[in-house]
């Protein structure tokens, strides 16, 4: 009976620590269908939450793919999710260009995006070496993408000094 009980109480924590719990459970024939809706959504805010759904299903499907050893998939995927994230802030700095007072959908951006910067980290360190180069290139964007955001959102700096006024010669008496 106690070996149950603690059976029980230890398999959600495993999974919560094998990482089962960082993303939803999806089908894979999920992805096409809010890529599909991600696609033709005009609402810049409900393409963020959109993103943040499919990006979660993309980040599953590539975690199956690298454990299947298809890492063409795992790039496409993840070549995908930097397209996505870009039509998404673009969209968003269009219809929102104040992101200091209408941060709404840019923290959601940002704090997914954090996110999956540490999983696509986690994909480019155990991708073999010859995957790393168009992974690294993904990273690299997605991560001008979070530095941009994260100016947008703060774009006065604790410790940065005002920048000086120019100098102006007195007038001439």
Same mark, same amino acid.
């Given at each position: 009976?106690?070996?149950? =009980?603690?059976?029980?109480?230890?398999?959600?924590?495993?999974? =919560?620590? #094998? /990482?089962? /719990?960082?993303f939803p459970l999806l089908p894979q024939e999920e992805i096409p269908a809010l890529q599909a809706?991600?696609?033709?959504?005009?609402?810049?805010?409900?393409?963020?939450? &959109?993103?943040?759904?499919? /990006?979660?299903?993309?980040?599953?499907?590539?975690?199956?793919?690298? +454990?299947?050893? @298809?890492?063409?998939?795992?790039? $496409?995927?993840? %070549?995908?999710?930097?397209?996505?994230?870009?039509?998404?802030? /673009?969209?968003?700095?269009?219809?929102h260009p104040k992101a200091e007072s209408d941060y709404g959908g840019y923290r959601t951006m940002?704090?997914?995006?954090?996110?999956?910067? +540490?999983?696509?980290? %986690?994909?480019? $360190?155990?991708?073999?070496?010859?995957?790393?180069?168009?992974?690294? &290139?993904?990273?690299? @964007? &997605?991560?001008?993408? %979070?530095?941009?955001?994260?100016?947008? #959102?703060?774009?006065?700096?604790?410790? %940065?000094?005002?920048?000086?006024?120019?100098?102006?010669?007195?007038?001439?008496?």
């Open positions: 009976m106690k070996r149950r =009980i603690a059976l029980a109480t230890a398999c959600p924590i495993l999974l =919560i620590l #094998l /990482g089962a /719990g960082n809706r991600f696609d033709q959504e005009t609402n810049s805010r409900e393409k963020t939450r &959109l993103l943040v759904r499919l /990006g979660n299903a993309q980040f599953l499907e590539s975690r199956y793919a690298g +454990h299947r050893g @298809d890492y063409m998939t795992v790039g $496409f995927l993840m %070549e995908k999710y930097r397209d996505n994230v870009r039509i998404a802030f /673009g969209m968003l700095r269009k219809n940002e704090l997914h995006l954090h996110k999956s910067l +540490h999983e696509l980290e %986690e994909t480019i $360190f155990v991708a073999p070496p010859e995957y790393h180069p168009p992974l690294q &290139l993904v990273r690299k @964007d &997605l991560e001008e993408i %979070e530095d941009e955001l994260l100016r947008l #959102l703060f774009p006065r700096r604790p410790g %940065e000094k005002a920048p000086a006024p120019p100098k102006t010669d007195p007038p001439p008496k």
